[in-house]
C-alpha cells in the first residue's frame, strides 16, 4: 500500500516560485530586447556621423577652397569639371578610412581577443558603415547631379543680383525664350505660359507668334467628343489657358485652370532642314498613311540610323536562316516559294501575328511540297501580304512565319524548332509586328477611321519675325481614340484595345529576342530596337526606360560576356518569368506555358550550365520555389490551368501574375536573399519529348528541412468593381500556428481551394532580409505520402520565438525544475 504525503503549503510555494521566475525571464528578455534595440540605434547614428565626417566634409572644405582662390569659378568653369576633383576626394577619403577601420579591426582582434568582439562587433565597425554609406552614397550620375545643384546654390544668387532689374536684350517677357533659367527668375508660374499674354505679344516674339498661331488652329474646338475639347468650348481667350512648355520632350501641354482632364499636347515639326527655334522636334514628317513611300523612306532611316549609329544594337551582317523560309525573289511579281536552306547564310524578316478566331494559312504534310513548289499572293491572308509587301520595299528577300515555315501536325517538327525560336528572332534583320491587329485577317495597316491625327500647317508669312519655312503642329489627346505612346504605360501591360498583339505569350520572347522590331500599330508606326523606341510623329521617347534596359541584358550582345555570373543569369532568368507571367493567361493552348518560353530557357540553361526543371533550374531549386501571387487581394476565380501542366511548386502551375520576393534584375529595391535553410534531397522532371525544356508529363520534388503544423483561417467577403460592376468574392487567410496561437496573413496560390480549419504543413526555406519564409503544404489525396503546394509565407523565425509568452513559460517551467533536481 502506498502512502501519499501532500503538503498543500509547499507547493502554493512553488507556484509562487514558477510565476516570479515567469516574471523575470519575461522582465530579463524584454529589458535585453531594449538594450539591443537601442545599441543597434546608436550604431547606425555612430556610422552616419563618421559618414557625415568622412565623406561630406571633404567636400564641403573642396567647395569653400574653390570659392576662396577663385571667387568666380562657379560662372567661368563647367560644374561637371568642378565635381570630378570632388567625387574622386571624397571615394579616396572613404577607401581609406575604410581600410584604417579594417587595420584597427584586426589589431583589436589579435590584442584583445574576444572580450574586445563581444564588446565591439564587428558589424558596428565594417558592415554596418558599409551598409549605411551604401543607402546614403548616391551613385556617380546620381551625385554628379546633387553637386550640381549645390554649385548652382553658389552661382543662382549672384545672377539673380545681376538680372533683379533689367533683363537681358532680346529676351521676350512672357516666353523667355523658353529658358528655364530665365522662367525661373521672372515669372512666378515657374515656366507656365498664359495665352492671354501672347496676345499682346505675338506681333513681336517668333516663338509668341508660332504658340499664337498653335492654339488658334485648335481654338475654338469643332470637335467635343472628348472631355477635354468639351470643356475648352467653353473658354474664353481671357480665361486661364495655360501652356506649359517641356525643354527635354520638345513639346508644349495646354492645361485649363480648375479642370481635372487628360492635357493634349502639342508638338512642332519643320520638314526642311529645320528653324532655330528651341520648340522644334527632329525634321520628320507626320504622315497619315502607313503605307506611303515617305513613311518607307523613314523606316529605312531608322534601318541606317540603327545598324551604323547604335552601340547596343546588332551591325549588317548575315546570319544562319532558319531551316524553312518563304523565298520572295528579287521582283515584286516573282513567285513566292517555301525553300530549306540547309544553314546559308542571308538576310531574313520574321512576322509577329496573332493567329485570331480562324487558324491562318498553314503548312502540313500533305501541302509541303505544294508550297515548296510556289505559293500565289492572294492565298495568303492579309496581314502575310501586307508583311510581303514591306519585306519587298525594304529589300528584304526571305520572311519566316511560324504558320508556314514549321509544319504544324508534325510533333517530331515542333520539338526540333522550340529550342531554335532563340536564335530564329534574334538573328532575324527585322520582325515586322501586326500589333494592331487581333487576328490575320486584318492586315498591318490602321484603317483611316482609327487613324485621327490632329495635324496643321502653320505657313510662315504668318509666324513672320525671319520664319522662312512652315511650321506643322501636331495635337496629341491622351483618351480612347487619341495616340498612346509606349513611354506613358509599360509595353508588357498594353492596352488590349490598342496593342492587342502584345498580350500573347508567345510574342513576349519575340520581342525580348528580336534586334529590332517595326510595330505596325493601331494609329502610328512604332519602332523599337535595343536602344531606344521612335514613333513616326517624331516624338523622342526614353533611352533609359526600364523595359529597354531588361530587352539589351536579354541579348545576346549582354548575356554571353565572361562578366555574367550565374547569380546575375538566375535573376535575369526570375525576372523574365515575372514579366512571362502577365501574359499566361492569355495562351490559348495552356500546355505551351513551357513552349512559349522555350527560346530563353534553352539560351540561359546553356549559360548556366544547368538542367532546366519545370520552370526552375536544379542547382537553384530552393531559390526557385521563392515565388507567389502577385494579386494583393485575390478572390475565388479559378487560377489553376483546366489541365495538368506543371507540378504545384512550379510557377506555371498557375494562370496568375507572380512575383519572386527577393531581389531581381527586375526589382532593384527588393531584399535580399541571406539565407537557405530547406535542401533538395531529389528531383524528377520528365520531359513529353526529347527538349527538356519543353511541355512536362510528371514532375516530383523531395525537400528536407524544419517544419510546422499551422491551421488555415479563412474569411470570405463579396466586393463589387466600381469599373465593371463585377461581383466577386475576396479572399483573406490567416495562418494560425499551432505551437503558440501566433495568427499571421498569408496569400494561397488557389484561392479557390482554400478551406477555413485546414491544417497545413510549413516548411522554412530561406531568410530575406530580416525575415523568414515558409512554403506552406497541404497533403495530396491523389498522392499518397506527398505534399503539394498551397502558398507561400512570410513571417518571424518560429524555431526561436522568445519574445512570446509560452515560450516564457516555457523556458522558466525548465529552470524551475532544473534547480528542483539540483
Known sequence: MYVFDYDDGLQRRRNRRLLISIVFEAARETLQLLARAAYGVICQWTSFILFIVVQVTPFWAIIYLYYTLWPNIFDEVHWLILAIPVLIVTYITRSLFTLALGLFHSFAVRRWGRAYARRIPRWMISEQLQDTTRDLKLSFSNSATFYRGVLWLFRQPQRWRESRNQPPENVCMVCHNLDPDRHCRYTPENGNIQYRDLLSTYRDCAICATLHAAVCRFYPPADTSNAFFYQWKRYQPGDDIILVWNKHKKMITIELKNIVAVWPRMTFYCLGKGLDLPLISSPRAAVDDTRSESTMHR???????????????????????????????????????????????????????????????????????????????????????????????????YFWVDSLCIVQDSVDEWERQLPKMANIYENAFLTIAATKANGHEEGLHPNGESRTVYLERIPAHEIGHGVSEDVYVRLEYQDKGGIRHWDIQSPDQQHEEEWPLLTRAWVFQERLLSPRMLHFAKRELVWECRTGVFCDCGREHDDKADDLEFRRLVSSKSIKTTNATPLQLRALWYAIVERYSRLMGNLTVESDAFPALAGLASRISGLLEDEYVAGLWRSNMVEGLLWARKNETPDNRPVRPKSWRAPSWSWASITDEISYKHNTTSGWFRPELHEIYAAVEDVECVPTGSQRTGPISSAALTLSGWVSHASVRARHTERRNWYTDELTVQVDCDLVWQHDGHESSLRPDHPEDVVDGETVLCLRLARIDKRDWYLVLVRDTQSPGSFRRWGLYEGADVTWEWTSMESWRRRAEQRYHEEKRV
Open 299 to 397: 523606316v529605312l532611316s531608322w534601318i541606317t540610323e540603327c545598324t551604323t549609329d547604335h552601340e547596343n544594337c546588332s551591325r549588317n551582317q548575315p546570319h544562319p536562316l532558319p531551316d524553312r523560309v518563304l523565298d520572295l525573289g528579287n521582283s515584286p511579281n516573282s513567285p513566292i516559294k517555301l525553300v530549306e536552306t540547309r544553314n546559308e547564310l542571308g538576310y531574313y524578316a520574321c512576322l509577329s501575328h496573332r493567329w485570331g478566331s480562324k487558324q491562318p494559312l498553314r503548312t502540313l504534310s500533305g501541302n509541303k511540297d505544294a508550297f515548296m513548289a510556289g505559293i500565289h499572293m492572294a492565298a495568303l491572308p492579309k496581314t502575310f501580304q501586307e508583311a510581303v509587301t514591306v519585306c519587298r520595299q525594304l529589300s528584304l528577300r
